[in-house]
């Protein structure tokens, strides 16, 4: 058993990654953070500073970044890989890792669409792999999926649940792991109906925000999805089911409202329209009020 925290490294410092590395040092554990790229690292440090002042926690910045995965990787216990969703780049990382650290490096991945299978073939200690899946941002959202891959051992899945824990987050264990893991697969779900309602003219995209955000949306914070169904029965479940299911969206892929909008350029909020129209303002509105949410929630989580 471990008598100190455990040293900690995160493979790549975009977004997700300087996020993840601001949690493990705000809760005590000396991080280093990898990035090969100085331009990136660069915003690294800016975006650490930026969160650290707004969540008056300045000490959680000092972290340091190197584009030398060797003197990153020494004397660490824990790895967090979060480096783009690209099977090559991912590979590239884990075969050079391969050769860089010990047979007791525990090493997390934290993708969810991509199966640890297509970038670690190659590496020497499978048994010390998991899914390690955060959600943005990591310092609002203490949600960890933690998963197996093919040859992870059940040791490691509980070491790294408890190191997670230690941290301030909040993981949940999978048996085995299933594309998108369980998070992205029901936010996916959701959005593939909500996509075909407006693509058959029920209603257009600001109503299904609404609904989702002024009625289940709000509840789903103190009740899951299966909570609330063994709070009404389930057998008034069973008869919902019964009617609404047949009429559910059953598009096999992508929804082709989606794909067409993409192949138009019509990309979201940075393109001006997306499945909404937006102005900078309109944007920004939504941006800082996100802002506002991350801020009030981070703070409520330190306090």
Request: glycine share 10%; charged share 20%; net charge negative.
């Amino acid at each position: 058993m471990m008598s100190r925290l455990p040293n900690v490294a995160v493979l790549g410092a975009g977004r997700m990654g300087a996020a993840i590395a601001f949690v493990f040092a705000g809760s005590g554990h000396q991080v280093r953070l990898y990035e090969p790229d100085p331009s990136a690292r660069g915003r690294a440090s800016d975006r650490l500073r930026e969160v650290a002042a707004t969540l008056r926690r300045p000490h959680a910045s000092d972290i340091p970044i190197s584009g030398d995965l060797n003197e990153v990787v020494r004397e660490t216990d824990l790895i967090i890989e979060a480096a783009p969703e690209d099977t090559t780049i991912k590979r590239a990382l884990f075969d050079e890792l391969g050769g860089a650290v010990g047979p007791d490096v525990m090493v997390g991945t934290n993708t969810s669409s991509l199966p640890m299978m297509s970038f670690t073939q190659d590496f020497p200690n499978p048994g010390r792999l998991v899914y390690a899946h955060f959600w943005n941002p990591p310092y609002a959202i203490p949600l960890v999926e933690v998963a197996p891959g093919p040859d992870t051992d059940e040791s490691a899945m509980e070491t790294v649940a408890g190191w997670l824990e230690g941290a301030g987050m909040a993981p949940v264990t999978l048996q085995r792991a299933v594309p998108g893991l369980i998070g992205n697969r029901l936010q996916h779900a959701l959005k593939r109906e909500a996509i075909a309602l407006v693509a058959d003219g029920v209603c257009d995209a600001a109503t299904i925000d609404d609904v989702v955000k002024l009625g289940f949306g709000a509840r789903m914070a103190v009740l899951g999805p299966l909570e609330q169904s063994d709070l009404v029965g389930l057998d008034l479940t069973l008869a919902i089911h019964e009617s609404l299911i047949p009429t559910l969206d059953r598009t096999a892929g992508a929804h082709p409202y989606l794909v067409e909008k993409v192949e138009r350029g019509e990309l979201g909020m940075d393109a001006g329209v997306g499945f909404r129209t937006w102005t900078p303002s309109s944007a920004k509105a939504v941006r800082d009020r996100l802002d506002r949410w991350t801020t009030q929630t981070s703070q409520g989580r330190t306090t």
